[in-house]
């Protein structure tokens, strides 16, 4: 038998051999494959040419070549075959810089309708409308202004737009009220108003008072009479704020201190009631209203008393009281202390002494210290 030995060499040799074949199973390519760039979409010519078109007149509008920037407008709106609103929405926005009032809001009013057969962006109808209300603005017409810049803010709220509502809602209001002062008529409300007041019918009182001061602001009588039927109807921080307004209009009227001082009195603010009968006083300069004063103090001082409590509780007021420097001053001075005692003696001549601003001011000091009790 033949037998063909291999020896290693010639075994290495064949898996080399084998290794060079081709393999019946090829590898998988691991390689990442790149996308596919997306081809750009065609350009409408159409839509270009008309860009194109807008651009200029913009560049003319910026420029202020407003018959150039016009006919680049019309020409895109031409080219986009009565299509693209924004060319008309700029056309009216040269003819407003213009001053063509009239044609820039027939212009606008055109793109408004439309935008809605187009379905345009809302953004788009509401510069339209903002645009019309300029224009009433400038014509003075500011009714019509408040009306568009308020269909405006219904499609799209602008921060200008709102500023613009605001201050034309403002100026209208004020040429209104201009409009309806007439002091004579305001005259005969307060007349009115006065009539119902004696007639105890406080709340139509307070209606003809308020129409008094619409005619005439400067009214002090009819606010210190409103004030008046506020308090008789309980209603106290309305009468305290007109009392307040009519001592600010004219603070030599003396009335309204003591229509806030009642008013005090029944939020027993008894402290602020004093100082503001003291400076009614001091008001007073022909003292023709010191009686009612007087008998307002003493009516303040009897119900400070009535809120000190008994006597134990009196005399805890006194000893934390008598702690306060400005009370030991008053109560150390030798003048003060024969006051003191002349009233000890003769309650009734407390009114002689209240006469001296000095001396009241350092009463009234010690009653709401707790120290003194008056009435």
């Known amino acids: 038998l033949d037998v063909d030995t291999m020896n290693p060499s010639s075994t290495q040799g064949a898996n080399s051999h084998m290794s060079d074949a081709p393999s019946d199973s090829p590898k998988a390519d691991t390689r990442k494959s790149e996308p596919e760039p997306t081809p750009e979409p065609p350009v409408d010519p159409v839509k270009q040419k008309v860009k194109e078109l807008k651009d200029q007149g913009n560049s003319h509008y910026k420029a202020k070549e407003f018959d150039l920037a016009i006919k680049y407008y019309d020409e895109a709106w031409e080219a986009s075959e009565h299509t693209e609103i924004a060319a008309l929405t700029n056309k009216s926005a040269v003819l407003f810089e213009m001053g063509d009032l009239d044609e820039c809001m027939k212009l606008c009013e055109e793109c408004v309708e439309k935008g809605r057969e187009m379905r345009a962006d809302y953004k788009m109808i509401a510069k339209s409308f903002g645009r019309i209300g300029k224009c009433y603005e400038r014509k003075g017409d500011l009714e019509q202004a408040v009306s568009y810049f308020n269909r405006s803010i219904t499609e799209h709220r602008t921060a200008d737009i709102l500023e613009r509502l605001k201050a034309a809602e403002k100026e209208l209001d004020k040429r209104k009220k201009e409009a309806y002062l007439d002091p004579e008529k305001g005259e005969q409300a307060r007349e009115r108003g006065n ?25 002090v009588r009819a606010v210190s009479n409103r004030a008046a039927c506020y308090t008789k109807l309980g209603a106290i921080p309305q009468a305290l704020n007109d009392c307040n ?17 009642q008013c005090l009195i029944l939020t027993k603010e008894y402290k602020q009631c004093l100082d503001t009968l003291t400076e009614a006083k001091s008001r007073d300069q022909e003292g023709k209203h010191h009686n009612e004063i007087e008998q307002q103090m003493m009516r303040c001082y009897n119900l400070m008393n009535q809120a000190f409590g008994d006597d134990k509780s009196r005399e805890e007021v006194v000893k934390k009281a008598m702690q306060d420097p400005e009370i030991q001053s008053i109560m150390t001075d030798p003048a003060m202390q024969h006051v003191l005692q002349a009233m000890e003696r003769d309650p009734k001549a407390a009114g002689q002494y209240l006469r001296d601003p000095k001396v009241a001011a350092n009463l009234q000091k010690l009653v709401h210290a707790g120290i003194v009790k008056m009435g």
């Open 245 to 261: 307004t009519c001592i600010n209009m004219d603070p030599s009227f003396v009335k309204p201190y003591l229509r806030k001082a």
């Open 195 to 219: 009539e119902l007041f004696k007639k105890s019918e406080f709340a139509d009182a307070i209606k003809e008072y308020s129409e008094a001061l619409k005619r005439n602001p400067n009214d």
